[in-house]
């Protein structure tokens, strides 16, 4: 089961609105769709992509600018964490 933290669905959201606005609707679909492959890639093996070696956080990228963090718990659930744009400050993430 994935469970998206609020954080997760404003990013998600906040990242299609800006591809919507900034560049065409065929960029924002790719976005969706290459979301919905790496969503599918995790529920099938949650450990995949790196860990971060924080809070068993791990890091899948999206696309070259968007990175997505999550987690697992011990009963299988994985918590989408962020979609974090990898040209913001790093200092100001917060996991």
Known sequence: ???W???AESDYHSNIE???NRWTEKEAIHFIEVTDSILRIIEKNPN???SVDY???RAAVILPQITLFYRTDSLGTIELIRF???YQNP???KL
């Open 48 to 50: 995949t992509f790196r």
């Open 1 to 3: 089961m994935i469970i």
């Open 18 to 20: 800006y591809l919507l």
């Open 84 to 86: 974090w744009n990898n």
């Open 55 to 57: 809070k068993g956080i």
């Open 91 to 93: 200092k100001k993430l």
């Open 5 to 7: 933290s609020p954080e």
